[in-house]
């Protein structure tokens, strides 16, 4: 039993920008020469999220416009008066989805739907520097 | 410390369907000989998620009612002219709920509030033959 | 490798109460001993939330806000015929956004964003006492 420590790096192209990542875990757990486990993937930060989704052009719109009823663009947010942001709905979305999900591995294949992708959301205001924690354990 | 897997198999019987899925967990645990670890549950597919909540006739209409606000049925949704499919909001809903939680086990028993149980919800239109990944890490 | 348990216990002040635990992860890791691995915090429990924030005045306003958008207090919920209950709202909520975390540690350090916090969010109507169970799996 052990533990694998990767990091994967991107810049995002802003607000709901969706990024997969799941060959990039799948590498991972390759690299790591791990059979069976979990991988805990994990954004450092409080405006992306990780989740998973069907990886097609609908999606990525029909998500945001979801998202945009619980937290709309439109409305004040307390935080702007706290730091002078415009990013309020960024991170009260990204509360509400969290920052990271743990995702099975047996026998060296990372367990996922045949259309269940792994993605990151870019949930701030603006293109951003991400930075992905990849934690496997296992054996 | 050891890695166990368990797949549970069932039915479910349409949208909103939740499944009780803690008695199956136990029995996985007690299976596993583990005595401390965590239990990543994880649905491999993008239509239904896994939660908690205190499961009685109530909170299975409540949480669906809440779930419409966000991804309402009468709107339509990009997903549709991608597939000619009907479940942009399943896949909506999936996604901000998340496909699986990790749980702890402690003394060979599964850590949970009296009232809190495990569940699947399928949120996909229509039944589905389902899947659950159990992967147990512990020692 | 190894598995180290730990609870913390706090009363929250009443709904909406955002608690900081990220001092008390820490604190664990460096108990545990442990260099690297992950850290399971869960409730037990089926009305309150842990995810991660950036811990403000202003966003804690605005999350809870937002999620009253989702499960208002002025509806009735079928959670109270059941049980002559208030929370029907609280139980929605929790459920929506999951019973806990995992949270990758590396050289002994926790890891996440400067300004990422861990918390517990109260989503009851009242004060409660509140137990949170912190699982570390690693080496």
């Known amino acids: 039993m052990t533990v694998y420590h990767k990091e994967i790096s991107f810049r995002s192209k802003g607000e709901n920008h969706i990024v997969g990542i799941t060959d990039e875990i799948q590498e991972t757990i390759d690299e790591s020469k791990m059979e069976n486990g979990i ?3 994990f954004v450092p930060g409080s405006t992306g999220t990780i989740t998973t989704i069907e990886y097609e052009p609908g999606l990525q719109k029909d ?3 979801a998202l945009e009823k619980i937290a709309p663009r439109s409305i004040e947010y307390a935080h702007h008066q706290t730091w002078h942001d415009d990013n309020g709905r960024s991170h009260v ?3 509400i989805m969290g920052p990271g999900i743990s995702i099975p591995f047996q026998n060296k294949q990372l367990i996922h739907g045949t259309w269940q992708q792994i993605v990151f ?8 520097n991400r930075r992905i924690i990849l934690q496997l354990i296992g054996e």
Do not use: F, G, M, N
């Open 121 to 128: 959301i870019e949930l701030d205001t603006r293109p951003r």
């Open 39 to 41: 991988v805990c993937a």
């Open 93 to 95: 979305k990204a509360s």
């Open 63 to 65: 998500l945001p416009d």
